[in-house]
């Protein structure tokens, strides 16, 4: 038997452990188990290590991507060059972190662009961000990362103005406003800078059509969500849990 799962707060939003699921049974793993692990308190990480040895791998999601960093005893390059884990591989109770949002996100938009945009605005500086930052500088594309808590080249959501706008073709929303069930929230930018002109990829999968991807594509702007990108990230999880794509 095989024991996986996911661990954040909160977890209403997941399709993970519908998607892994669905996969135990295409590969008839009937012995296999995906839970939901809604841990409240960052404190209770470590106690929650200690009492759930017996599991195979996690996914971790908002907001303890950067939280795990200390109770792993090992972390691949990718994912120390990021500083935040979304993947866990457990041998005998022991913690190895992994990356996988950097290969989904890389793959999803490599997908998507037919040309990749001259300069790139990313909304937010979380785990999720850090791990889109990491792609951009891998891919050598400029950007700007906007924040409501701004530090060192980043700017504010003030600061996000029509000159800014005007010189980038790639918005990314990595942010978690507009997800489920908080639909009626969007990143405070002005969505008359857009253009149709602008792709707007906004990470998040539920629900499809977040209130920003709504807007965007009222000014024309070509429009992308998180679900590939979640469907890559999961797989590449599940090649390094058991080392078979």
Known sequence: MSAFGLIGTPLTHSFSKRYFEE????????????????????????VFKERNTQLTGLNVTIPYKRSVLPLLEEISDEARAVGAVNTI???NGYWYGYNTDVWGFELSLKKW??????STVVLGNGGASKAVQYVLNKMNLPY??????PHGSEISYAELNE???ANSQLLLNTTPLGMYPNIDKMPD???NLFSNKLFVYDLIYNPEETLLL?????????????????????EKSWEIWTGRE
């Open 113 to 118: 662009l037919s040309q990749m945009p001259k």
């Open 189 to 191: 930018v002005n969505t």
């Open 23 to 46: 996969k135990f049974k295409q590969l008839g793993l009937y012995t296999s188990t995906y839970n939901l692990f809604d841990i409240a308190l960052e404190a209770d990480l470590k």
């Open 163 to 165: 000159s800014v706008m």
């Open 89 to 91: 591989k457990i041998v």
């Open 144 to 149: 700007v990362v906007v924040s409501r808590n």
């Open 214 to 234: 709504k807007e965007a594509k009222n000014k024309g702007c070509s429009t992308k969500n998180g679900l590939e990108m979640l469907h890559l990230q999961a």
